[in-house]
Nanobody, 122 residues
Framework: QVQLVESGGGSVQAGGSLKLSCAGS????????MGWFRQAPGKEREKVATIAGDSGTSYADSVKGRFTISKDNAEATQYLQMNSLKPEDTAMYYC?????????????????WGQGTQVTVS
């Protein structure tokens, strides 16, 4: 069983910054990587950013140039640095990981989710 624990959400004014953290397992952080998703009220969940085991990253177009995903293998933690925040970034943010029988094939969906952390931009 994989437990993901997010922290770092809060309320900030537009243009401000927040840094989210997600503590997971050492294996997943180093070998598999993780992702960040968000869901605003009345909207579908969307992928924000992902980081692979080899630290390759991808971002939603809406956050490119403003958000940075990173990980610390030694701390078994991934991060999402969010700068130049906009009101439309307001959502519940979730970290996610995939682990299937000891491996993490990228063609499989994320099957472990954190409890979420609220980000509110006014």
């Amino acid at each position: 069983q994989v437990q993901l624990v997010e922290s770092g959400g809060g309320s900030v004014q537009a243009g401000g910054s927040l840094k989210l953290s997600c503590a997971g397992s050492a294996y997943i952080t180093e070998q598999c990587g993780m992702g960040w998703f968000r869901q605003a009220p009345g909207k579908e969940r969307e992928k924000v950013a992902t980081i692979a085991g080899d630290s390759g990253t991808s971002y939603a177009d809406s956050v490119k140039g403003r958000f940075t995903i990173s990980k610390d293998n030694a701390e078994a933690t991934q991060y999402l640095q969010m700068n130049s925040l906009k009101p439309e970034d307001t959502a519940m943010y979730y970290c996610a990981a995939r682990l299937y029988g000891g491996s993490c094939p990228t063609f499989r969906g994320y099957n472990y989710w954190g409890q979420g952390t609220q980000v509110t931009v006014s």
